[in-house]
């Protein structure tokens, strides 16, 4: 399959209308009102797809023009907080839920059929009591990748978010994202999507060297988002960590966040005597050498595509929510380009409440000229370099 990445912002633009639709057409049955926080377009692997976290669901088939499966998942005190709205409290009714999930779904579907000109029929909903203890490739992809559509949607003052994941066949995406342009191979984009899973494994194993602190990769995704929605796909809880900059080839920004108990964490493994509690100039010092370590193993990989040097800039050291982070280097990449590829990871402690993320912003131009280079046979030695941009 070939991506047109014209052809691939058309279709985010058009899951994000169906998604605020999604959306109305929730508040309109319930009179809760909600606010679309995401859309992406996310290349996922299988693995990638499976919660730990139980929520209840509902999937419902589609066909027409464009086929597939979609997915409409609450955590269960959602569906509580749904049910009180439309039952005044008589416990759970899945009836009550399917219809939720056909409403809210066929506000999705009707954007896409408006989008394509054509009529999209969609199959009975089926309840789903545990979503977490099915991996969503089961029912949906047939390959070890997959383009599937996310949205992340909450609600104004109650304790209610739901998710939507749409699931094309691949024959679906096929004709919607080809139109005889500048299209891109989407085995290049899982490729890529492959050796930012290494550079997250590698910086994982980074910090257990320097840490004695043992993690794991437990997420890795390469999705395509509008670029002034990245800072959606960042929560809101404090982060602590670093931001660089790595260019020429490719330029773009790399941020690797803690959350402030693994910040506190890594600080005291590093330097027992620094405070860990106000992020002290020693504190903040040990943040910014394993932020520049970490970002050094993620974008090695990388460097061997493009058989060259890429060095990062001087790490700087940030305190805040996670939003607010992304919101500078947004202004930076908004200014280039309308929307994004960001490589996303989580790291764990198996052991212990340990939380890391990375993510990776390429420029767009830059990222198309790895793209050109990507040979699964490369083994060019790595030649990652830390420096001065």
Not at 188 to 202: C, D, F, N
Not at 227 to 248: K, M, Y
Not at 321 to 338: H, I, K, P, T
Request: with cysteine; charged share 25%.
């Amino acid at each position: 399959m070939n991506v047109d990445v014209e052809s691939l912002g058309s279709f985010s633009r058009t899951a994000h209308e169906g998604a605020e639709r999604a959306a109305g057409n929730l508040t309109g049955m319930t009179g809760i009102e909600t606010a679309v926080d995401v859309t992406a377009v996310t290349l996922a692997s299988a693995e990638a797809l499976v919660r730990d976290d139980r929520r209840v669901g509902v999937v419902v088939d589609f066909e027409g023009e464009i086929t597939g499966t979609s997915v409409l998942s609450f955590p269960p005190e959602g569906v509580e907080t749904l049910l009180d709205a439309l039952l005044a409290g008589d416990g759970l009714d899945e009836s009550a839920v399917r219809e939720v999930g056909n409403v809210v779904t066929s506000g999705f579907i009707d954007a896409w059929a408006d989008r394509l000109e054509t009529t999209i029929d969609i199959a009975p909903p089926r309840y789903v009591p545990d979503i977490g203890a099915n991996s969503l490739d089961e029912m949906t992809l047939e390959r070890d990748y997959g383009f599937v559509f996310r949205s992340r949607v909450s609600a104004v003052g109650e304790e209610l978010d739901f998710s939507f994941h749409m699931f094309p066949d691949p024959d679906s995406m096929q004709a919607m994202l080809t139109d005889g342009g500048d299209e891109i191979p989407v085995e290049k984009l899982a490729t890529l999507r492959e050796m930012a899973q290494s550079g997250a494994t590698t910086a994982s194993e980074s910090v257990s060297a320097m840490t004695g602190i043992e993690t794991t990769v437990d997420i890795s995704n390469l999705s395509f988002v509008p670029v002034e929605d990245v800072p959606a796909e960042l929560t809101d809880r404090s982060h602590v960590g670093t931001v660089l900059g790595f260019g020429d080839e490719p330029q773009g920004y790399v941020l690797i966040l803690f959350d402030e108990p693994s910040a506190r964490e890594v600080v005291a493994a590093l330097v027992p005597d620094a405070d860990a509690e106000t992020f002290d100039p020693m504190a903040r010092s040990a943040i910014r050498e394993i932020g520049n370590v970490m970002t050094s193993s993620f974008v090695d990989g990388w460097a061997n595509v493009r058989d060259t040097t890429i060095e990062i800039s001087t790490p700087q050291f940030v305190h805040d929510m996670g939003r607010a982070v992304a919101d500078s280097v947004v202004a930076r990449l908004g200014q280039r380009q309308a929307f994004a590829f960001v490589f996303d990871a989580t790291l764990r402690a198996d052991d212990r409440a340990f939380d890391c993320q990375i993510y990776a912003l390429p420029d767009e131009s830059e990222l198309r000229a790895m793209l050109e280079d990507i040979d699964r046979g490369a083994t060019a030695e790595r030649t990652t370099k830390a420096g001065s941009l």
